[in-house]
Protein backbone atom coordinates (compact mmCIF):
# COMPACT_ATOMS: atom_id res chain seq x y z
CA UNK A 1 0.00 0.00 0.00
CA UNK A 2 1.01 3.30 -1.01
CA UNK A 3 0.85 5.45 2.20
CA UNK A 4 3.54 8.49 0.88
CA UNK A 5 0.47 10.07 -0.49
CA UNK A 6 -1.95 10.37 2.60
CA UNK A 7 1.35 11.36 4.65
CA UNK A 8 2.42 14.33 2.08
CA UNK A 9 -1.52 14.98 2.00
CA UNK A 10 -1.49 15.49 5.50
CA UNK A 11 1.96 17.49 5.91
CA UNK A 12 0.43 19.57 3.27
CA UNK A 13 -3.27 20.11 5.28
CA UNK A 14 -1.22 20.99 8.72
CA UNK A 15 1.14 24.13 6.70
CA UNK A 16 -2.28 25.06 5.11
CA UNK A 17 -3.91 25.48 8.12
CA UNK A 18 -0.39 27.47 10.07
CA UNK A 19 -0.76 29.78 6.92
CA UNK A 20 -4.75 30.21 7.35
CA UNK A 21 -4.04 30.54 11.21
CA UNK A 22 -1.73 32.99 10.83
CA UNK A 23 -3.55 35.29 8.46
CA UNK A 24 -6.62 34.71 10.64
CA UNK A 25 -3.82 36.65 13.85
CA UNK A 26 -2.59 38.91 11.09
CA UNK A 27 -6.38 39.69 10.82
CA UNK A 28 -6.94 40.15 14.45
CA UNK A 29 -4.37 42.29 14.98
CA UNK A 30 -5.41 44.68 12.31
CA UNK A 31 -8.90 45.00 13.48
CA UNK A 32 -8.17 45.52 17.15
CA UNK A 33 -6.69 48.90 16.78
CA UNK A 34 -9.50 50.14 14.38
CA UNK A 35 -12.64 51.55 16.24
CA UNK A 36 -15.36 51.17 16.84
CA UNK A 37 -14.53 49.31 19.78
CA UNK A 38 -16.08 46.97 21.48
CA UNK A 39 -15.51 47.64 25.02
CA UNK A 40 -18.94 46.08 26.90
CA UNK A 41 -18.86 42.83 25.16
CA UNK A 42 -14.84 42.23 26.10
CA UNK A 43 -15.75 42.46 29.68
CA UNK A 44 -18.70 40.52 29.23
CA UNK A 45 -16.39 37.48 27.83
CA UNK A 46 -13.49 38.57 30.35
CA UNK A 47 -16.01 37.58 33.24
CA UNK A 48 -17.45 34.31 31.44
CA UNK A 49 -14.06 33.00 30.82
CA UNK A 50 -12.38 33.94 33.94
CA UNK A 51 -15.52 32.91 36.37
CA UNK A 52 -16.46 29.65 33.99
CA UNK A 53 -12.57 28.52 34.36
CA UNK A 54 -12.10 29.71 38.18
CA UNK A 55 -13.16 26.81 39.95
CA UNK A 56 -11.56 23.89 37.37
CA UNK A 57 -8.21 25.67 38.05
CA UNK A 58 -8.69 25.76 41.59
CA UNK A 59 -9.28 22.15 41.75
CA UNK A 60 -6.33 21.34 39.36
CA UNK A 61 -4.62 23.43 40.96
CA UNK A 62 -4.68 22.58 44.40
CA UNK A 63 -4.32 18.56 43.18
CA UNK A 64 -1.33 19.31 41.36
CA UNK A 65 0.62 20.93 44.86
CA UNK A 66 -0.74 18.26 46.85
CA UNK A 67 0.14 15.42 44.23
CA UNK A 68 4.03 16.85 43.56
CA UNK A 69 4.70 17.11 47.58
CA UNK A 70 3.39 13.65 47.86
CA UNK A 71 4.88 12.36 45.09
CA UNK A 72 8.89 14.31 45.96
CA UNK A 73 9.07 13.89 49.81
CA UNK A 74 9.47 10.18 49.59
CA UNK A 75 12.85 10.88 47.63
CA UNK A 76 13.71 14.00 49.14
CA UNK A 77 13.87 12.31 52.44
CA UNK A 78 16.03 9.67 51.39
CA UNK A 79 18.44 12.28 50.14
CA UNK A 80 18.01 14.35 53.68
CA UNK A 81 16.87 16.95 51.35
CA UNK A 82 13.21 17.16 52.58
CA UNK A 83 14.09 21.04 54.15
CA UNK A 84 14.14 21.98 50.26
CA UNK A 85 11.00 20.85 49.38
CA UNK A 86 9.10 24.19 49.27
CA UNK A 87 11.94 25.70 46.94
CA UNK A 88 11.52 23.10 45.02
CA UNK A 89 7.85 22.91 44.42
CA UNK A 90 8.05 26.73 44.33
CA UNK A 91 10.13 26.88 41.70
CA UNK A 92 8.32 24.29 39.78
CA UNK A 93 4.95 25.04 40.09
CA UNK A 94 5.94 28.89 39.35
CA UNK A 95 8.23 28.59 36.55
CA UNK A 96 6.69 25.55 34.53
CA UNK A 97 3.61 23.59 36.20
CA UNK A 98 1.50 26.40 36.92
CA UNK A 99 1.12 28.11 33.82
CA UNK A 100 1.50 24.90 31.49
CA UNK A 101 -1.62 23.23 33.37
CA UNK A 102 -3.52 25.89 33.58
CA UNK A 103 -3.22 27.02 30.30
CA UNK A 104 -4.07 23.09 29.23
CA UNK A 105 -7.05 22.79 31.67
CA UNK A 106 -8.27 26.40 30.13
CA UNK A 107 -7.99 24.81 26.73
CA UNK A 108 -9.94 22.08 27.50
CA UNK A 109 -12.59 24.42 28.79
CA UNK A 110 -12.35 27.79 26.75
CA UNK A 111 -10.78 26.58 23.71
CA UNK A 112 -13.39 23.57 22.88
CA UNK A 113 -16.25 26.38 24.40
CA UNK A 114 -15.77 29.07 21.76
CA UNK A 115 -14.90 26.32 18.87
CA UNK A 116 -18.10 25.15 19.54
CA UNK A 117 -20.27 28.52 20.02
CA UNK A 118 -18.67 30.04 16.99
CA UNK A 119 -19.52 26.89 14.79
CA UNK A 120 -22.80 26.99 15.54
CA UNK A 121 -23.58 30.59 14.97
CA UNK A 122 -21.61 30.17 11.41
CA UNK A 123 -23.82 26.96 10.83
CA UNK A 124 -26.97 28.65 11.60
CA UNK A 125 -26.22 31.83 10.07
CA UNK A 126 -26.21 34.14 13.01
CA UNK A 127 -22.61 35.38 11.67
CA UNK A 128 -24.03 36.18 8.54
CA UNK A 129 -26.92 37.53 10.33
CA UNK A 130 -24.42 39.74 12.20
CA UNK A 131 -22.99 41.08 9.38
CA UNK A 132 -25.89 42.21 7.77
CA UNK A 133 -26.95 44.16 10.78
CA UNK A 134 -24.14 46.16 10.79
CA UNK A 135 -22.20 44.58 13.14
CA UNK A 136 -18.17 43.19 11.89
CA UNK A 137 -18.54 39.88 13.98
CA UNK A 138 -14.85 39.62 13.39
CA UNK A 139 -14.57 42.06 15.83
CA UNK A 140 -17.53 41.56 18.30
CA UNK A 141 -16.72 37.54 18.33
CA UNK A 142 -13.47 37.08 17.75
CA UNK A 143 -10.99 40.24 19.04
CA UNK A 144 -13.17 40.44 21.94
CA UNK A 145 -13.02 36.58 22.92
CA UNK A 146 -8.97 36.56 21.92
CA UNK A 147 -8.10 39.58 23.90
CA UNK A 148 -10.17 37.99 26.74
CA UNK A 149 -8.20 34.47 27.39
CA UNK A 150 -5.15 36.73 26.29
CA UNK A 151 -5.79 39.13 29.58
CA UNK A 152 -7.31 36.40 31.73
CA UNK A 153 -4.99 33.78 31.35
CA UNK A 154 -2.16 35.56 33.64
CA UNK A 155 -4.60 35.99 36.45
CA UNK A 156 -6.10 32.26 36.60
CA UNK A 157 -2.26 31.13 36.04
CA UNK A 158 -1.05 33.52 39.12
CA UNK A 159 -5.05 32.06 41.20
CA UNK A 160 -3.61 28.17 40.38
CA UNK A 161 -0.20 28.93 40.87
CA UNK A 162 -1.18 30.11 44.20
CA UNK A 163 -3.74 27.04 45.56
CA UNK A 164 -1.36 25.27 44.20
CA UNK A 165 1.06 26.07 47.03
CA UNK A 166 -1.09 26.28 49.81
CA UNK A 167 -1.57 22.67 48.42
CA UNK A 168 1.73 21.86 49.19
CA UNK A 169 2.14 23.36 52.14
CA UNK A 170 -0.85 21.57 53.37
CA UNK A 171 0.87 18.56 52.68
CA UNK A 172 4.25 19.44 54.82
CA UNK A 173 2.09 20.89 57.65
CA UNK A 174 0.38 17.80 58.28
CA UNK A 175 4.10 15.55 57.22
CA UNK A 176 6.54 17.52 57.97
CA UNK A 177 5.15 19.79 60.88
CA UNK A 178 6.57 22.58 59.03
CA UNK A 179 4.39 26.04 59.29
CA UNK A 180 2.76 27.75 56.95
CA UNK A 181 4.47 31.00 57.07
CA UNK A 182 7.81 29.09 57.15
CA UNK A 183 6.74 27.32 54.16
CA UNK A 184 5.72 30.28 52.44
CA UNK A 185 8.55 32.71 53.66
CA UNK A 186 10.78 29.50 51.86
CA UNK A 187 9.09 29.56 48.67
CA UNK A 188 9.22 33.22 48.34
CA UNK A 189 13.20 33.20 49.72
CA UNK A 190 13.68 30.68 46.60
CA UNK A 191 11.68 32.41 43.56
CA UNK A 192 13.27 35.25 41.56
CA UNK A 193 11.95 37.84 39.49
CA UNK A 194 13.89 35.75 36.87
CA UNK A 195 11.25 32.56 37.41
CA UNK A 196 7.70 35.37 38.18
CA UNK A 197 8.73 37.39 34.67
CA UNK A 198 9.29 34.74 31.89
CA UNK A 199 6.61 32.23 33.39
CA UNK A 200 4.03 36.00 33.34
CA UNK A 201 5.07 36.80 29.80
CA UNK A 202 4.59 32.98 28.63
CA UNK A 203 0.83 33.10 29.77
CA UNK A 204 0.13 35.91 27.89
CA UNK A 205 1.07 34.37 24.85
CA UNK A 206 -0.96 30.96 25.92
CA UNK A 207 -4.02 33.07 26.64
CA UNK A 208 -3.91 34.49 22.96
CA UNK A 209 -3.25 30.83 21.63
CA UNK A 210 -6.33 29.78 23.18
CA UNK A 211 -8.53 32.07 22.11
CA UNK A 212 -6.87 32.55 18.65
CA UNK A 213 -7.48 28.72 17.73
CA UNK A 214 -10.50 28.19 19.58
CA UNK A 215 -12.09 31.41 17.22
CA UNK A 216 -10.08 30.03 14.23
CA UNK A 217 -11.72 26.97 13.97
CA UNK A 218 -14.94 27.69 15.08
CA UNK A 219 -15.37 30.97 12.89
CA UNK A 220 -14.51 28.93 10.06
CA UNK A 221 -16.31 25.98 10.78
CA UNK A 222 -17.96 24.15 7.73
CA UNK A 223 -19.86 20.96 7.38
CA UNK A 224 -22.90 21.49 9.36
CA UNK A 225 -24.12 20.23 12.88
CA UNK A 226 -21.01 17.59 12.60
CA UNK A 227 -18.75 20.68 11.81
CA UNK A 228 -19.65 21.81 15.13
CA UNK A 229 -18.74 19.11 17.06
CA UNK A 230 -15.29 19.06 14.89
CA UNK A 231 -14.44 22.51 15.32
CA UNK A 232 -14.25 22.10 19.36
CA UNK A 233 -12.51 18.68 18.82
CA UNK A 234 -9.48 20.31 16.84
CA UNK A 235 -9.92 23.64 18.61
CA UNK A 236 -8.25 21.28 21.87
CA UNK A 237 -5.69 19.14 19.92
CA UNK A 238 -4.23 21.95 18.44
CA UNK A 239 -4.39 24.64 21.28
CA UNK A 240 -2.74 21.88 23.24
CA UNK A 241 0.00 21.08 20.55
CA UNK A 242 0.70 25.04 20.24
CA UNK A 243 0.99 25.63 24.09
CA UNK A 244 3.79 22.93 24.20
CA UNK A 245 5.58 24.26 21.48
CA UNK A 246 5.46 28.06 22.98
CA UNK A 247 6.35 26.47 26.41
CA UNK A 248 9.45 25.04 24.96
CA UNK A 249 10.01 28.62 22.59
CA UNK A 250 9.74 30.11 25.96
CA UNK A 251 11.97 28.28 27.90
CA UNK A 252 14.73 28.44 25.39
CA UNK A 253 14.58 32.17 24.75
CA UNK A 254 14.41 32.90 29.24
CA UNK A 255 17.69 30.01 29.29
CA UNK A 256 19.52 32.52 26.56
CA UNK A 257 18.26 35.69 29.49
CA UNK A 258 20.28 33.35 32.03
CA UNK A 259 23.14 32.62 30.96
CA UNK A 260 23.51 36.49 29.97
CA UNK B 1 -60.70 71.45 -37.59
CA UNK B 2 -57.89 70.82 -35.84
CA UNK B 3 -58.24 71.26 -32.15
CA UNK B 4 -56.15 73.90 -30.52
CA UNK B 5 -53.29 72.48 -28.34
CA UNK B 6 -54.60 74.24 -25.25
CA UNK B 7 -58.13 71.72 -25.70
CA UNK B 8 -56.06 68.88 -25.85
CA UNK B 9 -55.49 66.80 -22.43
CA UNK B 10 -52.28 66.20 -21.94
CA UNK B 11 -51.84 62.07 -20.82
CA UNK B 12 -48.49 62.53 -19.07
CA UNK B 13 -46.33 59.48 -19.87
CA UNK B 14 -46.75 56.83 -17.33
CA UNK B 15 -42.88 56.61 -15.14
CA UNK B 16 -41.63 53.26 -14.98
CA UNK B 17 -41.76 52.10 -11.79
CA UNK B 18 -38.15 52.42 -9.66
CA UNK B 19 -36.06 49.61 -9.59
CA UNK B 20 -35.23 48.42 -6.06
CA UNK B 21 -32.75 45.57 -6.90
CA UNK B 22 -31.19 44.99 -10.26
CA UNK B 23 -28.68 41.91 -10.85
CA UNK B 24 -27.09 41.53 -14.22
CA UNK B 25 -25.21 38.88 -15.34
CA UNK B 26 -24.37 37.01 -11.83
CA UNK B 27 -21.76 34.03 -11.93
CA UNK B 28 -20.73 32.55 -9.39
CA UNK B 29 -19.08 28.91 -8.85
CA UNK B 30 -17.65 26.52 -6.06
CA UNK B 31 -14.83 24.82 -7.78
CA UNK B 32 -16.70 22.65 -10.61
CA UNK B 33 -19.86 23.98 -9.48
CA UNK B 34 -20.98 26.35 -11.04
CA UNK B 35 -24.31 27.53 -9.66
CA UNK B 36 -24.85 30.64 -11.12
CA UNK B 37 -24.35 30.95 -14.93
CA UNK B 38 -25.27 34.55 -15.92
CA UNK B 39 -28.58 35.46 -13.56
CA UNK B 40 -30.41 38.68 -14.30
CA UNK B 41 -33.09 40.31 -12.59
CA UNK B 42 -35.13 43.28 -10.91
CA UNK B 43 -37.34 44.35 -8.31
CA UNK B 44 -39.14 47.31 -8.69
CA UNK B 45 -40.42 49.48 -5.44
CA UNK B 46 -43.28 47.64 -3.80
CA UNK B 47 -43.53 44.99 -5.65
CA UNK B 48 -43.62 41.21 -4.03
CA UNK B 49 -40.96 38.94 -6.42
CA UNK B 50 -40.26 35.08 -5.65
CA UNK B 51 -37.24 33.30 -6.94
CA UNK B 52 -38.09 29.92 -6.78
CA UNK B 53 -35.70 26.98 -8.19
CA UNK B 54 -34.98 23.17 -6.61
CA UNK B 55 -32.65 22.60 -3.66
CA UNK B 56 -29.17 23.63 -4.42
CA UNK B 57 -30.33 25.96 -7.90
CA UNK B 58 -28.20 28.92 -6.32
CA UNK B 59 -31.33 30.82 -4.61
CA UNK B 60 -29.48 31.35 -1.79
CA UNK B 61 -26.07 32.09 -3.21
CA UNK B 62 -27.65 34.69 -5.19
CA UNK B 63 -29.43 36.56 -2.32
CA UNK B 64 -25.90 36.39 -0.19
CA UNK B 65 -24.26 38.04 -2.77
CA UNK B 66 -27.30 40.88 -3.10
CA UNK B 67 -26.43 42.04 0.75
CA UNK B 68 -22.43 41.53 0.06
CA UNK B 69 -22.50 38.33 2.25
CA UNK B 70 -20.61 36.30 -0.79
CA UNK B 71 -18.57 37.63 -3.81
CA UNK B 72 -19.70 37.07 -7.17
CA UNK B 73 -17.39 35.47 -9.75
CA UNK B 74 -18.84 37.72 -12.31
CA UNK B 75 -21.09 40.03 -12.71
CA UNK B 76 -23.21 43.29 -10.97
CA UNK B 77 -25.69 43.95 -7.93
CA UNK B 78 -26.92 47.23 -7.61
CA UNK B 79 -29.45 47.88 -4.83
CA UNK B 80 -31.45 51.56 -5.08
CA UNK B 81 -28.92 52.56 -7.73
CA UNK B 82 -25.74 51.71 -5.38
CA UNK B 83 -23.21 49.02 -6.78
CA UNK B 84 -22.24 46.57 -3.95
CA UNK B 85 -19.08 45.46 -5.70
CA UNK B 86 -17.44 49.14 -5.50
CA UNK B 87 -18.94 49.77 -1.83
CA UNK B 88 -16.13 50.16 1.16
CA UNK B 89 -17.87 48.58 4.31
CA UNK B 90 -18.79 51.67 5.62
CA UNK B 91 -21.11 52.25 2.69
CA UNK B 92 -22.05 48.83 2.70
CA UNK B 93 -22.97 49.00 6.11
CA UNK B 94 -25.09 51.99 5.86
CA UNK B 95 -27.15 50.34 2.46
CA UNK B 96 -27.55 47.36 4.73
CA UNK B 97 -29.95 49.52 7.00
CA UNK B 98 -32.51 49.67 4.07
CA UNK B 99 -32.07 45.99 3.62
CA UNK B 100 -34.03 43.42 6.33
CA UNK B 101 -32.77 40.45 5.59
CA UNK B 102 -35.11 37.04 6.94
CA UNK B 103 -32.66 33.77 7.36
CA UNK B 104 -33.77 30.22 6.37
CA UNK B 105 -33.61 29.11 9.84
CA UNK B 106 -34.62 32.73 11.64
CA UNK B 107 -30.88 33.31 12.80
CA UNK B 108 -31.87 34.71 16.59
CA UNK B 109 -28.54 35.39 18.84
CA UNK B 110 -28.78 32.06 20.82
CA UNK B 111 -26.52 33.78 23.86
CA UNK B 112 -29.10 36.88 23.58
CA UNK B 113 -33.12 37.87 24.74
CA UNK B 114 -35.21 38.45 22.40
CA UNK B 115 -35.30 42.10 23.13
CA UNK B 116 -31.65 42.17 23.28
CA UNK B 117 -32.02 40.42 19.50
CA UNK B 118 -33.71 43.27 18.30
CA UNK B 119 -32.18 45.92 19.74
CA UNK B 120 -28.75 44.34 18.24
CA UNK B 121 -29.14 46.07 14.47
CA UNK B 122 -29.68 49.13 16.55
CA UNK B 123 -26.04 49.65 17.71
CA UNK B 124 -24.61 50.40 14.34
CA UNK B 125 -27.60 52.54 12.83
CA UNK B 126 -29.25 54.14 15.88
CA UNK B 127 -28.73 57.80 13.49
CA UNK B 128 -31.19 56.26 11.08
CA UNK B 129 -33.77 55.88 14.31
CA UNK B 130 -33.28 59.75 15.27
CA UNK B 131 -32.47 60.77 18.82
CA UNK B 132 -33.42 57.33 21.19
CA UNK B 133 -33.61 57.39 24.77
CA UNK B 134 -35.35 54.31 25.08
CA UNK B 135 -35.22 51.41 22.63
CA UNK B 136 -37.96 49.42 24.43
CA UNK B 137 -41.13 51.26 22.56
CA UNK B 138 -39.51 50.59 19.05
CA UNK B 139 -38.89 46.55 20.05
CA UNK B 140 -42.38 46.30 21.26
CA UNK B 141 -43.53 48.39 18.23
CA UNK B 142 -41.73 45.78 15.95
CA UNK B 143 -42.89 43.03 18.29
CA UNK B 144 -46.71 43.90 18.19
CA UNK B 145 -46.49 43.41 14.44
CA UNK B 146 -45.90 40.01 14.26
CA UNK B 147 -47.81 39.61 17.51
CA UNK B 148 -45.17 38.19 20.16
CA UNK B 149 -44.95 41.34 22.38
CA UNK B 150 -45.16 39.08 25.29
CA UNK B 151 -41.97 37.54 24.19
CA UNK B 152 -39.82 40.48 24.70
CA UNK B 153 -38.05 38.81 27.95
CA UNK B 154 -37.44 35.29 26.48
CA UNK B 155 -34.65 33.41 25.29
CA UNK B 156 -34.39 32.15 21.87
CA UNK B 157 -34.66 28.54 22.82
CA UNK B 158 -37.59 29.05 24.62
CA UNK B 159 -39.67 29.39 21.26
CA UNK B 160 -40.93 27.74 18.81
CA UNK B 161 -40.20 27.41 15.12
CA UNK B 162 -42.90 29.53 14.43
CA UNK B 163 -42.34 32.28 16.74
CA UNK B 164 -38.57 32.13 16.49
CA UNK B 165 -39.69 32.51 12.47
CA UNK B 166 -41.71 35.99 13.50
CA UNK B 167 -39.06 37.67 16.48
CA UNK B 168 -36.58 37.11 13.12
CA UNK B 169 -39.03 38.86 11.19
CA UNK B 170 -39.88 41.76 13.69
CA UNK B 171 -35.98 42.00 13.96
CA UNK B 172 -35.65 42.95 10.34
CA UNK B 173 -38.49 45.06 10.51
CA UNK B 174 -36.48 47.29 13.76
CA UNK B 175 -34.54 49.56 10.90
CA UNK B 176 -37.45 50.53 8.95
CA UNK B 177 -36.31 48.35 5.66
CA UNK B 178 -36.63 49.75 2.19
CA UNK B 179 -36.48 46.13 0.79
CA UNK B 180 -36.64 42.52 2.57
CA UNK B 181 -35.33 39.48 1.35
CA UNK B 182 -36.94 36.29 3.01
CA UNK B 183 -34.52 33.08 2.92
CA UNK B 184 -37.20 30.54 2.51
CA UNK B 185 -39.27 32.18 4.50
CA UNK B 186 -41.08 28.97 4.97
CA UNK B 187 -39.09 26.11 5.18
CA UNK B 188 -39.36 23.65 8.26
CA UNK B 189 -42.39 24.91 9.64
CA UNK B 190 -45.75 23.23 9.38
CA UNK B 191 -48.59 24.12 6.99
CA UNK B 192 -50.69 25.97 9.23
CA UNK B 193 -47.71 27.98 11.16
CA UNK B 194 -46.14 28.54 6.86
CA UNK B 195 -49.91 30.18 6.35
CA UNK B 196 -49.31 32.21 9.02
CA UNK B 197 -46.03 33.23 8.02
CA UNK B 198 -46.76 34.25 4.73
CA UNK B 199 -50.07 36.34 5.93
CA UNK B 200 -47.48 38.15 7.77
CA UNK B 201 -45.51 38.74 4.98
CA UNK B 202 -48.49 39.94 3.26
CA UNK B 203 -49.27 42.28 6.03
CA UNK B 204 -45.69 43.67 6.78
CA UNK B 205 -45.56 44.71 2.89
CA UNK B 206 -49.01 46.40 3.24
CA UNK B 207 -48.55 47.82 6.43
CA UNK B 208 -44.75 49.58 5.47
CA UNK B 209 -44.63 49.34 1.90
CA UNK B 210 -41.80 47.41 1.64
CA UNK B 211 -40.46 45.49 -1.90
CA UNK B 212 -39.93 42.39 -0.89
CA UNK B 213 -37.87 39.36 -2.98
CA UNK B 214 -38.46 36.19 -1.80
CA UNK B 215 -36.70 32.94 -2.10
CA UNK B 216 -38.66 29.61 -1.72
CA UNK B 217 -39.29 26.37 -3.02
CA UNK B 218 -42.46 26.12 -1.70
CA UNK B 219 -45.15 26.42 -4.62
CA UNK B 220 -48.14 27.43 -1.65
CA UNK B 221 -45.99 30.03 -0.97
CA UNK B 222 -44.96 31.61 -3.96
CA UNK B 223 -49.04 31.55 -4.89
CA UNK B 224 -50.62 33.67 -2.02
CA UNK B 225 -47.35 36.09 -1.98
CA UNK B 226 -46.05 36.63 -5.60
CA UNK B 227 -46.81 39.44 -7.76
CA UNK B 228 -44.11 37.84 -10.02
CA UNK B 229 -42.10 35.39 -10.54
CA UNK B 230 -38.94 33.81 -11.49
CA UNK B 231 -37.39 30.20 -12.26
CA UNK B 232 -34.13 30.13 -11.81
CA UNK B 233 -32.68 26.53 -12.82
CA UNK B 234 -29.36 25.86 -14.03
CA UNK B 235 -28.09 28.99 -12.63
CA UNK B 236 -30.30 30.62 -15.19
CA UNK B 237 -33.73 32.78 -15.09
CA UNK B 238 -35.38 30.22 -16.92
CA UNK B 239 -38.90 31.69 -16.94
CA UNK B 240 -40.58 34.81 -15.44
CA UNK B 241 -44.29 35.96 -15.19
CA UNK B 242 -47.22 36.05 -12.91
CA UNK B 243 -47.95 32.90 -11.02
CA UNK B 244 -50.90 32.24 -13.43
CA UNK B 245 -48.50 32.72 -16.52
CA UNK B 246 -46.27 30.01 -15.17
CA UNK B 247 -48.53 27.44 -13.70
CA UNK B 248 -50.03 27.28 -17.81
CA UNK B 249 -47.01 27.00 -18.80
CA UNK B 250 -46.41 24.17 -21.02
CA UNK B 251 -42.23 23.80 -20.76
CA UNK B 252 -41.26 20.84 -19.14
CA UNK B 253 -38.82 22.27 -16.82
CA UNK B 254 -41.65 24.66 -15.57
CA UNK B 255 -44.28 22.18 -15.56
CA UNK B 256 -41.89 20.32 -13.08
CA UNK B 257 -41.88 22.76 -10.44
CA UNK B 258 -46.02 23.16 -10.60
CA UNK B 259 -46.36 19.51 -10.54
CA UNK B 260 -48.64 17.69 -7.52
Known amino acids: M ?20 SLFAGRFFKETVKPPFEFRELLRQCYHMGNRSLTLVLVTGFIIGLVLTLQSRPTLVEFGAVSWMPDMVGISIVRELGPVITALVCAGRIASGIGAELGSMRVTEQIDAMEVSGTNPFKY ?43 FNRVFDALEYGDLVPATIKSFFFGFAIGLVGCFKGYYSKKGTAGVGLAANTAVVFTSMLLFVIDFIAVFISDIFYEL | ?35 LNGFNMKLFRGENLVVMGKSGSGKSVMIKCLVGLMKPDKGR ?85 GMKRRVALARTLILRPKIILYDEPTSGLDPITAKEIIELMRSIQEKYGTSSLIITHDVDCARVISERMILLVDGVNYAEGTYEELVLSKDPKVEAFFKK
Open chain 1, 2 to 21: NTAKPISAGFRHFFVEIGEL
Open chain 2, 77 to 161: IFVMGREIGTLDREALDILRSDIGFLFQGSALYDSMTVRENLEFPMRRHSEKLGEITDTLPLVLEALESVGLAHTVDLMPEELSG
Open chain 1, 141 to 183: LVVTRILATTLMLPLLVILGDAVALYGSALVENFKGDVSFQLY
Open chain 2, 1 to 35: MKASPSHITQLKPKEPPEVMIHIEDLYKSFGENHV
